[in-house]
């Protein structure tokens, strides 16, 4: 044994790089010779050199450093920390408490001291604000396998180290600003919430216990809980989120995925391949977006832009489509859509009042009950059905290119119908239909006719125009 250390002592000088393996790979060239290898012996000096590795570990020493300070009459308070835990509570006489911890395991306590007297805690106090850091001053930083290296700013270095863990406790009053910072670790907040809640994190968890009123969040690869916020702005990038409601909020979102509850005012989305789940939004509802799915209970306005997007919804009020591209909606009841371009979308309403769209392209359109308008102004090879009009309807109509169009009246519908297509087909029950004008010369197609009492004024009106569309009144 005591031969075995020597030998891995001296290799060591001569070769600091030297390690276990390149010990039991020399160990076992030593034992062969003349092709002879002695198996035996070999796994004896194995045991030899795994029970000397275990000493070694063990032979590491282990300490803690803690820092405790107290700050009187702040209102404001910042403390940025990494590698831990920062836990938030409430102070029991109105002033700000702050205890940080660190412990590590190194080689020897030389090293061990190095880090120790290293961690640090920053501050800046002015006036009511008081700027708080827990730091090392590092200016390296490499783990590997649970082994960390340290170059400090001052030029000192450690290595070796192992099992390093940061904590950092806030005890604060009622205050009007709170800002936390955490990188690699988890914020707990317990205490009170104050007027203005700010968090950025980093690669950690966040818990807020009691709902925030006003809240500024930056994440990102980290998972939060929030119990409910008033008026926030967020910043998401690859995270996952429940909030117990909104009352406002203005998002920008990458790659994450948020359950966020109801919404009692406004919610402005600037999305990019998300996943939201939402109850009901009372306010406005703004979405700018690609690639992301959203399930909504009910939305009573939204205004929208959509590439390649998913939308659910039970029911919506009114809903406003500035421009949609390869999306699909579907919505169990809306009260109107306006939508100003769409293209290559999938449109489904189970009940429909009023449907205009401006300029559409490849698009399809089911609506299983219209209640009173559908309208294509410029159509381009689309596919709509509606399966039941209202006898009550306003109007159908649209100017179309190489678009079908299918639709069901209810029996007791009285309109007016204006056909009027080049090259196009239409098909209609002639019993229900009385003809006033029909043209059919040179690939040209007109009709006019009513369905109804004879000499009535109409309210009610189906237009088709366009060329080399296929109409089917069912």
Not at 341 to 365: I, P, T
Not at 381 to 402: H, P, Q, R, T
Request: proline share 1%.
């Amino acid at each position: 044994m005591k031969n075995l250390k020597n030998l891995f002592n001296n290799a060591q000088k001569t070769n600091p790089d030297f390690t276990f393996t390149k010990l039991i790979k020399f160990s076992k060239r030593g034992l062969q010779k003349n092709g002879i290898i002695f198996p035996f012996l070999f796994k004896n000096i194995l045991l030899v050199i795994l029970v000397f590795a275990a000493n070694i570990s063990f032979a590491q020493v282990q300490d803690s450093k803690t820092i405790k300070k107290r700050y009187d009459g702040k209102t404001a308070v910042s403390l940025s920390h990494a590698q831990g835990p920062i836990l938030v509570k409430n102070s029991p006489d109105g002033k700000v408490y702050i205890e940080a911890t660190i412990s590590a395991k190194a080689k020897d306590r030389e090293n061990l001291d190095i880090v120790l007297d290293h961690f640090i805690i920053d501050e800046n106090s002015l006036g009511n604000r008081v700027e708080l850091e827990t730091a090392f001053e590092t200016q390296v930083w490499n783990s590997n396998n649970g082994v960390t290296m340290i170059k400090f700013k001052d030029g000192k270095k450690v290595k070796g180290i192992r099992d390093i863990k940061l904590s950092a406790t806030l005890l604060v009053p009622n205050l009007k600003e709170l800002e936390l910072s955490n990188k690699y670790g988890r914020i707990d907040m317990e205490a009170a919430m104050p007027e203005n809640l700010e968090i950025e994190l980093y690669s950690g968890k966040l818990a807020v216990a009691e709902a925030c009123n006003k809240l500024d969040l930056n994440m990102k690869y980290s998972k939060a809980n929030l119990s409910g916020a008033g008026d926030a702005k967020m910043e998401l990038f690859d995270c996952e989120m429940e909030i117990g409601g909104i009352r406002s909020a203005d998002v920008s979102s990458k790659y994450s995925e948020i359950d966020a509850g109801n919404v009692a005012g406004n919610l402005t989305l600037t999305t990019y391949d998300d996943n939201w789940k939402i109850g009901d939004i009372k306010g406005k509802l703004n979405i700018s977006d690609k690639y992301s799915e959203f399930e909504i209970e009910t939305i009573n306005e939204a205004d929208c832009t959509f590439f390649d997007a998913d939308l659910r919804a039970v029911s919506v009020g009114k809903f406003i489509i500035d421009e949609s591209k390869y999306s699909k909606i579907k919505v169990g009841e809306i009260g109107k859509l306006e939508a100003a371009r769409s293209f290559d979308d999938y449109f489904s309403f189970n009940k429909a009042g009023a449907l205009l769209v401006g300029d559409s392209k490849y698009s399809e359109y089911n609506i299983v009950d219209l209640a009173n308008m559908f309208s294509l102004g410029q159509s381009f090879d689309d596919d709509v059905e509606l399966e039941k009009v209202a006898a009550g309807f306003s109007s159908i109509s649209m100017n179309a290119k190489y678009t079908e169009l299918d639709f069901w009246m209810a029996d007791n519908a009285e309109f007016e119908m204006y056909i009027n297509m080049q090259y196009g087909e239409f098909d209609y029950p002639e019993k229900d239909l009385d003809i006033k004008v029909y043209k059919e010369k040179d690939s040209n197609l007109t009709i006019i006719g009513y369905v109804g009492d004879r000499g009535k004024i109409f309210h009610s009106r189906v237009n088709i125009t366009g060329y080399d569309n296929r109409v089917t009144w069912h």
